[in-house]
């Protein structure tokens, strides 16, 4: 009857701190499969496959510093061969029968040997390092640039999963450090194998149970080194968003963005208490490894010991037993301080090799889910000159959410015409912009672009003929007029830079700036110079602008212009609308008064649509709420529908 229980699987996380229910880890997260699948074993054989890999980005990154590093440390290991060998003789040559001189004479060749062996392998090894520190940063860079031309690459809802974002944080902060130094480790590890072999071959002539006994020595040191490795990474692993989220506070707490905000709201001791709470966490979690990792360690150590002493009991024994003469008993016991020393490198070499592996692997992880979440980049129709854009029964939720954001959207936008969407906040509005934009994929219906769904359009020309001002817009640390001509490739062209300043009010703003439009509109860089929000907000419409598409989508574009400025940006849409569409989302609805068709969103359903006489006329939401604006400004009581604001 087997007795054995079934193995119950190690609990791989720590507690979750106190007050951080976000950060909580259980076995059934989906890492926690991963690396049950990342067994020792199956490790160790993927670690050839992954070698292989690293190679191949050294030799992307520098053929010559990879043939260096590699062929160095091969050259350094066959000298140690040599040294051994020789010092073998030395011993075989001084322990001989005969007269001392003669002893001498006869062990002299060998010593020079040993000399000029030792001598060169230094040299070879001083030089095998300054390849492989040349070979490190250049695969980091190698590896990053792979890495964020991935990540760039990748649909936008990767970013709503946490579990992705994790994984890119881990890629970033480990797996591209692991990267630039997991070839210099297998560089070591075919070092000392090389220079194994010799101790092998020595060891085995002078007697044959001497090798395994040598083999068991090192066994439970690297069998100690690799578990301890393992903990280590299934530790890290478990604390991915932890260190994500410090790192996200360590950003917010050193850097511009959050500063005013920090101090204006004395949010410092709040933040201080939080980002030390989960800074003691990790600390614990890492401590807590650091206890079970000596206990490993020590337990190796142990065994590593006994079955030293095992092994010169052996020798000890042969020798008293007559199996084994003085000289060769001499030179058994140098060969085995030698081979042990060698096999501890071995060890460490592998063990440094096998660590960088879990990270390594967990980077091509990431890679390959960029790669799944990355559409084609090439193929698709070709989208001619936007005629009519058509969203028909779209429904859509985003990735984390069970609830629909758009249900049942159906919305024409035709070339020449001026479309407002309009609708309280949270109603779908910028999320059918980002569907329109090809940025998320509708769950169910379709969008047409002259007839053809945009998902069979090829994506680079569909973004080419979109030109998107969006809500939340990001300022690049660039010059002012890299900020508004990156929004299409290739060189800047004046003539289309002066338009979509001019007609993006972005003119003005510019002519303040002390270097104009090579200012770096970011102050933490020498000569940079910060824009107000409408400033902002005017540099954004120029580079929504800029491409002259044919679609323009423009999302809560005036939101922090004054009047004059909101006044000129809504004539410039309608100008606009004369050669290209224009898809104007906005709560100002003065301004959609002069929009050709309104689309009135709630709660992600199209409930109303027409012009804008049409829809006050109908007395539905649209004309309640542009009551409610109306009276803002001409004194009169609003005519509420809903509950009444306090
Ligand atoms: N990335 C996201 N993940 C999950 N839910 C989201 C995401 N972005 C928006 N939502 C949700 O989708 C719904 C529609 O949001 P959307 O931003 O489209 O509204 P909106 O009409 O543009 O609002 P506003 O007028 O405030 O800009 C909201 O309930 C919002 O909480």
Redesign the pocket.
């Known amino acids: 009857m087997n007795r054995r229980r079934p193995r119950r699987p190690r609990r791989p996380a720590p507690a979750t701190p106190a007050g951080l229910p976000e950060l909580a880890t259980s076995r059934f997260h989906p890492w926690f499969g991963d690396l049950q699948r990342l067994s020792l074993w199956r490790m160790l054989t993927r670690l050839p496959a992954l070698i292989a890999t690293a190679l191949r980005w050294s030799w992307k990154a520098s053929p010559r510093d990879t043939l260096l590093t590699v062929g160095l440390n091969v050259a350094a290991g066959a000298f140690s061969a040599i040294v051994l060998t020789a010092v073998v003789g030395i011993l075989q040559g001084l322990f001989a029968e005969g007269p001392t001189p003669e002893r001498l004479q006869a062990a002299l060749p060998s010593l020079l040997l040993a000399g000029a062996a030792a001598l060169t392998r230094a040299a070879l090894r001083s030089a095998a390092i300054w390849a492989q520190g040349r070979l490190t940063p250049m695969v980091e860079r190698v590896v990053e640039v792979e890495l964020v031309s991935l990540t760039t690459a990748t649909r936008l809802e990767a970013f709503?999963d946490s579990d992705w974002c994790d994984q890119i944080h881990r890629a970033r902060t480990l797996g591209v450090y692991e990267a630039g130094r997991i070839t210099g480790y297998a560089a070591d590890i075919a070092t000392e194998l090389v220079s194994l072999l010799a101790v092998a071959t020595v060891v085995t002539v002078l007697h044959p149970v001497l090798l395994p006994l040598l083999a068991l020595t090192v066994a439970p040191v690297g069998w100690a080194a690799i578990r301890s490795a393992r903990m280590r990474y299934a530790r890290m692993r478990a604390l991915s968003t932890s260190n994500r989220l410090l790192y996200m506070y360590t950003h917010a707490m050193t850097e511009r963005e959050a500063a005013a905000e920090l101090r204006a709201y004395a949010m410092r001791p709040m933040l201080l208490a939080e980002f030390a709470r989960i800074s003691d966490h990790v600390r614990d979690a890492l401590l807590a490894v650091v206890g079970r990792q000596t206990t490993t360690r020590a337990v190796g150590d142990v065994l590593g010991g006994i079955a030293t002493l095992a092994t010169y009991a052996a020798l000890v024994a042969l020798l008293l037993a007559g199996l084994m003469p003085l000289a060769v008993a001499g030179a058994a016991y140098l060969a085995l301080g030698q081979g042990k020393a060698a096999l501890d490198r071995l060890m460490s070499a592998v063990n440094s090799c096998y660590e960088s592996g879990l990270y390594l692997s967990d980077l091509l992880e990431a890679f390959d889910h960029a790669r799944r979440r990355t559409p084609p980049a090439t193929g698709g129709t070709s989208p001619g000159p936007l005629k009519e854009l058509r969203v028909q029964g779209v429904d859509f939720a985003?990735p984390?959410?069970e609830a629909n954001?758009l249900t049942g959207v159906s919305i024409t936008v035709e070339r020449g015409r001026v479309v407002a969407l309009v609708?309280?906040?949270?109603?779908?509005?910028?999320?059918?912009a980002t569907l329109i934009s090809g940025l998320y994929v509708p769950d169910a219906g379709t969008i047409t672009w002259n007839g053809t769904g945009i998902a069979d359009l090829a994506p680079g020309e569909l973004h080419a003929r979109i030109g998107l001002i969006r809500?939340q817009y990001h300022q690049w640390p660039f010059s002012a007029e890299r900020n508004i001509t990156m929004a299409a490739p290739g060189a800047a062209e004046p003539d289309r830079l002066g338009r979509a300043l001019r007609l993006s009010g972005a003119d003005q703003v510019v002519e303040d700036l002390a270097h104009g439009l090579d200012t770096p509109l970011d102050t933490r860089f020498k000569d940079g110079e910060d824009l107000s929000g409408g400033q902002r907000q005017r540099i954004a419409a120029a580079r929504g602008l800029y491409p002259q598409a044919d679609l323009v989508i423009a999302d809560?574009p005036t939101a922090a212009l004054d009047a004059r400025a909101e006044e000129r940006l809504f004539s410039t849409f309608q100008a606009a609308a004369d050669g290209a569409a224009v898809l104007l989302?906005t709560?100002r609805l003065a301004s959609t008064r002069s929009a050709d068709w309104i689309y009135v969103?709630d709660h992600?359903h199209v409930v109303e649509q027409g012009t804008h006489t049409d829809l006050i006329t109908h007395g539905g939401l649209y004309a309640e709420l542009y009551g409610i604006q109306a009276a803002a400004y001409n004194g009169a009581t609003p005519n509420r529908h809903t509950e009444e604001v306090p």
């Not at 609708?423 to 059918?432: A, P, R, W």
């Open positions: 709503d985003y984390a959410t954001a609708g309280e906040n949270g109603s779908g509005k910028s999320t059918l809500q809560e989302i709560h969103l992600g």
